[in-house]
T-cell receptor, first 111, second 114 residues
Framework: EAGVTQFPSHSVIEKGQTVTLRCDPI?????LYWYRRVMGKEIKFLLH????????ESGMPNNRFLAERTGGTYSTLKVQPAELEDSGVYFC?????????FGPGTRLTVT | DQQVKQNSPSLSVQEGRISILNCDYT??????FLWYKKYPAEGPTFLIS?????DKNEDGRFTVFLNKSAKHLSLHIVPSQPGDSAVYFC?????????????FGSGTQLTVLP
């Protein structure tokens, strides 16, 4: 069974540019989560999809972040325009129960 | 304010000995807890979990203990192996209601010395 995959693995962009991260969850998992780890600190929740619906987006930092999950399969997280403080590792996770399975993450560097 | 805290950023243990990683939480609504292991450039990998109705869960070399009155849990690894060297994250969740996100601690870097 394929795990959670994320693309790209790394992205380096300049301040003000736009970046789109993609996550493909484990097939059949209705729950999809986005998390972020900044500067080696704790992993922080961003938002939660159940199928194509946003269940909880209380962790989204501001309106420069937009997440979608059209069709309830893969999800994208767009940052526009990117700021320096957006740098970090963005993780996606999927689940059908309390146990969440994480992807390898996308390391975003904003210069 | 962090609801899940791992106060030791690092821990070094000799191979074959016991590793004990600690985690404290403040939110009494948390009713399940998980430990994840993370290697560099990889995502967190699920290790073991425990429900709040239990005080111990064991899986091979890994045992998680939960003390609800103290809002404290610990992960014991016996015997420790060099391949266990990684960052260990404690995470907590609430199983009821619609909020299903995990709240993580800041991690503990475990180094097992050969």
């Amino acid at each position: 069974e394929a795990g959670v995959t994320q693309f790209p693995s790394h992205s380096v962009i300049e301040k003000g540019q736009t970046v789109t991260l993609r996550c493909d969850p484990i097939s059949g998992h209705d729950n999809l989560y986005w998390y972020r780890r900044v500067m080696g600190k704790e992993i922080k929740f961003l938002l939660h999809f159940v199928k194509e619906s946003k269940q909880d987006e209380s962790g989204m930092p501001n309106n420069r972040f937009l997440a979608e999950r059209t069709g309830g399969t893969y999800s994208t997280l767009k940052v526009q325009p990117a700021e320096l403080e957006d740098s970090g590792v963005y993780f996606c996770a999927s689940s059908q129960s309390e146990k969440q399975y994480f992807g390898p993450g996308t390391r975003l560097t904003v210069t | 304010d962090q609801q899940v805290k791992q106060n030791s950023p690092s821990l070094s243990v000799q191979e074959g000995r016991i590793s004990i990683l600690n985690c404290d939480y403040t939110n009494s609504m948390f009713d399940y807890f998980l430990w994840y292991k993370k290697y560099p450039a990889e995502g967190p990998t699920f290790l073991i979990s425990i429900s709040s109705i239990k005080d111990k869960n064991e899986d091979g070399r890994f045992t998680v203990f939960l003390n609800k009155s103290a809002k404290h849990l610990s992960l014991h690894i016996v015997p420790s192996q060099p391949g266990d060297s990684a960052v260990y994250f404690c995470a907590a969740g609430i199983s009821s209601g619609s909020a299903r996100q995990l709240t993580f601690g800041s991690g503990t870097q475990l180094t097992v010395l050969p």
